[in-house]
């Protein structure tokens, strides 16, 4: 890209941004430049200027009902509220990014439209009961995880063995010993409904998740101690198919588990 179409870029981005309420009115159809003035609270020399700009861009033509949209205006105004949707997701969720590596596998198609839930100090197994809550509500899951906790033990035993839960899980290497060792009789109850298939990997996992497709995700962020600090849940198809195509990849790296 030359300097110049370099220039010419960042200048049409920053009338975008700067006359992003200009074009967010015009999108729901054509106005005088009174009425967007009177609409959007401000001086008349404000509207004029920003016709101004925008009509020199390109992105708005002077017509018979007012002041309207071009094709370009309109592709570019859809854009600008995209990319801030996007900025917003990433923002409402930094205290909780900020805990995973650097180069997490995270896009924005996890954030926007999440819910975040984070454990506090007057009630830190919140995110727990997110989790519970979501296995339990459905009847077939896949994920991973890289840490195990006690619940985690009984909601997948219980939910299994006794409410016909299918469940396709990649754990961490530790996690499966732990389990053998630990919780050996159950882990082999549920494995033996048949309802249960679990892969282990070599790898070190960024964070847990629970996939039910169809119906939502739960991102489970642990810190460096394995430490619960909260949760991501999201249903948006996007979002879902984020998370499958993920699942999948750690699946297809996984290993068979060997018989005890």
Known sequence: ????????????????VKRGAVLDRLAAGPATKRDLRDELD?????????????????L?????????????GRLLGEERRTFEERVAAV?????????????????TDLLVGAETVRGERHAPTRPVEYIDDFVRRTDR??????????????????????DDLTADLVLEAPVVEYLRESHGERLDEALATGRLSIR????????????????????????????LRGVLLNDTP????????????????ASELDSA
Request: aromatic share 8%; net charge negative; hydrophobic share 40%.
């Open 1 to 16: 890209m030359s300097d110049d179409t370099d220039s010419i870029l960042r200048d049409s981005i920053g009338t975008v």
């Open 42 to 58: 401000v001086s008349r020399s404000t509207v004029y200027k920003a016709v101004r700009e925008l009509e020199d861009r390109g």
């Open 60 to 72: 708005v033509t002077e017509t018979d009902e007012g002041v309207a949209l071009t094709l370009v």
């Open 91 to 107: 923002t409402d969720s930094e205290s909780l990014l900020s805990v995973l590596p650097d180069d997490a596998p995270v896009t």
């Open 141 to 162: 899951i896949v994920g991973f995880t890289p840490v195990v906790l006690p619940q985690y033990v009984d909601m997948f035993h219980e939910e299994v063995v006794g």
């Open 200 to 227: 282990r990997t070599d790898e070190t996992l960024p964070f847990g998740l629970v996939v039910a497709e169809g119906e939502g995700l739960v991102l489970i962020i642990y810190d460096e101690a394995g430490d």
């Open 238 to 253: 996007a979002a879902l198919e984020w998370g499958a195509e993920l699942f999948r990849t750690y699946w297809d790296r």
